[in-house]
């Protein structure tokens, strides 16, 4: 109890000082749709985020977001092969030193080359291929239902809570046990390696709701059997003003594998995954939080539960101070399990396409174990 007041008491004066001193404009993904009041497809061919981005999206990494950028119009950058053809890429790896372990390690995280060709205004193809991982993803996205709604047919990640460009935090995929575990699952099946076979369709039932709901089956995830997943998600992002909302729930089912290590018999669990996220956007300032249960994930008859709460605040044009709290209950019926950490980091956006972000993460759930952590992610985009 007395480690959750004091949590809460650090988030509450980060996120009070963060917006006393906001006065402006905040370049940050996936806070951009927060922060403007506006769609991921606004910035990205899937409706959903992430990924490949439509000519808006380029022009926004390209001029807006950095320090530096090539905005002379005599040295033309562009996505577009063609009129109908665009392609981009995403690189990330990370630099890692975790004390307990007195040791620094590189990791690559993602290296995904991406294709998209427009068959006409309303049916996009997209592909993905992530050579680091060896994962590949495709599908096809018809906006051919009222409303601008869309079917999506192929291989993709479902929609479910806030979809974070770091896979670290356990309501993602957490971080698989290299920096304060070693070996535990210590996060939700949404980490980047997960991807599905099946249909996903989305509605806009208005200018601020959103509706997503799909089914497929998993094929890159070893915890999951090959019975379908049903994932939906609701998404409403009114304004007050210059203030920008988001709320909204996420659920998911689908059956896991358990694995015994007394007998090492592996059986299935009926597995369901739900959970609600907010957030709120004002000039300078981002705040979003997501709270999710999973029944049956780990253990039969158990709940898990994980959480993340974000803040974020432009210092200037290109550089951001991050400030995250995440936290994985393997069992919410036991108090001395829990994994936790801070994160303090920055967002360093120096040239066009260019991202360095130092982060020091802090051990929180037990405070005789040294387990921090410094990790400068880098990220380059094209």
């Not at 002379?72 to 665009?86: A, G, H, R, V």
Request: neutral net charge; glycine residues 8%; hydrophobic residues 35%.
């Amino acid at each position: 109890m007395k480690e959750k007041l004091s949590v809460l008491k650090i988030l509450f004066w980060i996120s009070a000082w963060i917006f006393i001193s906001s006065f402006s404009k905040s370049f940050a993904l996936p806070r951009f749709a927060v922060m403007y009041n506006d769609k991921c497809s606004s910035c990205h061919f899937n409706p959903t985020g992430g990924e490949l981005r439509t000519e808006d999206g380029f022009e926004f990494g390209k001029n807006i977001m950095s320090m530096i950028s090539p905005k002379d119009e005599t040295f033309p950058l562009s996505n577009k092969l063609t009129n109908n053809i665009s392609f981009g890429l995403d690189y990330r790896s990370q630099y890692l030193y975790a004390q307990d372990k007195r040791r620094s390690d590189f990791q690559d995280m993602e290296g995904s080359i991406y294709l998209n060709a427009a068959l006409s205004e309303k049916i996009n193809l997209q592909s993905r291929y992530d050579f680091i991982n060896n994962i590949w993803e495709g599908y096809a996205v018809a906006k051919i239902l009222p409303n601008d709604s869309y079917i999506k047919v192929g291989s993709f990640m479902p929609n479910f809570g806030i979809r974070l460009d770091d896979h670290t935090a356990y309501t993602r995929g957490g971080d698989y046990g290299l920096l304060f575990t070693t070996g535990a699952i210590q996060g939700l099946i949404y980490n980047p390696l997960y991807t599905e076979n099946g249909i996903e369709v989305g509605a806009n039932l208005s200018d601020i709701i959103f509706l997503t709901g799909s089914v497929g089956r998993a094929k890159s995830n070893p915890i999951l059997t090959t019975d379908p997943t049903w994932t939906t998600r609701l998404e409403i992002t009114p304004s007050v003003g210059r203030v920008g909302l988001s709320f909204g729930g996420s659920f998911a089912s689908t059956k896991t594998k358990n694995y015994n290590s007394v007998t090492g018999a592996i059986g299935v669990l009926p597995s369901q995954f739900y959970g609600g996220f907010a957030g709120i956007g004002y000039k300078q300032f981002s705040l979003l939080g997501e709270y999710d249960l999973a029944n049956d994930y780990l253990n039969s008859g158990k709940t898990s539960s994980a959480l993340m709460i974000e803040a974020a605040y432009q210092l200037m044009v290109g550089l951001q101070a991050v400030f995250r709290y995440d936290r994985f209950d393997p069992n919410t019926s036991v108090t001395s399990d829990t994994f936790s950490h801070l994160i303090f980091g920055f967002e360093f956006y120096p040239y066009s396409f260019v991202e360095i972000k130092p982060q020091f993460r802090i051990n929180m759930h037990d405070p005789n174990d040294k387990s921090n952590a410094v990790v400068v992610q880098f990220h380059f985009w094209y």
